[in-house]
Nanobody
Framework: QLQLVESGGGLVQPGGSLRLSCAAS????????IGWFRQAPGKEREGIAY????????YYADSVKGRFTISRDNAKNTVYLQCNSLKTEDTAVYYC?????????????????WGQGTQVTVSL
């Protein structure tokens, strides 16, 4: 069964850090580009980061640029999202998704596989 599982979410104070992980089972994650998306309460899901299969192409939403870093370890079949300098507005459910090459990095319709999400809450 093809599956993506996110982990690493939790409660953190403003200014803190979290590292989210996206692990694949049932398929080789290295064959897919990976996007991280998030959905805050009452808002639409948005794309925040993307990494190509080789890791050579990276994209970030302006809202997280300079604070979040996406990376991958294909040997471990895992993609990471390092989230630093977290703000209250980063509170959301974070999802990873897998897609083939090409298209628009933050176009959700172009992603084939999705995880169930992990909650990140930034609060005092």
């Amino acid at each position: 069964q093809l599956q993506l599982v996110e982990s690493g979410g939790g409660l953190v104070q403003p200014g803190g850090s979290l590292r989210l992980s996206c692990a694949a089972s049932g398929f080789t994650l290295g064959n897919y580009a990976i996007g991280w998306f998030r959905q805050a309460p009452g808002k639409e899901r948005e794309g925040i980061a993307y990494i190509s299969t080789s890791g050579g192409m990276l994209y970030y939403a302006d809202s997280v640029k300079g604070r979040f870093t996406i990376s991958r370890d294909n040997a471990k079949n895992t993609v990471y999202l390092q989230c630093n300098s977290l703000k209250t507005e980063d509170t959301a459910v974070y999802y990873c998704a897998a897609r083939g090459f090409g298209g628009t990095w933050n176009s959700q319709d172009e992603y084939n596989y999705w995880g169930q999400g992990t909650q990140v809450t930034v609060s005092l």
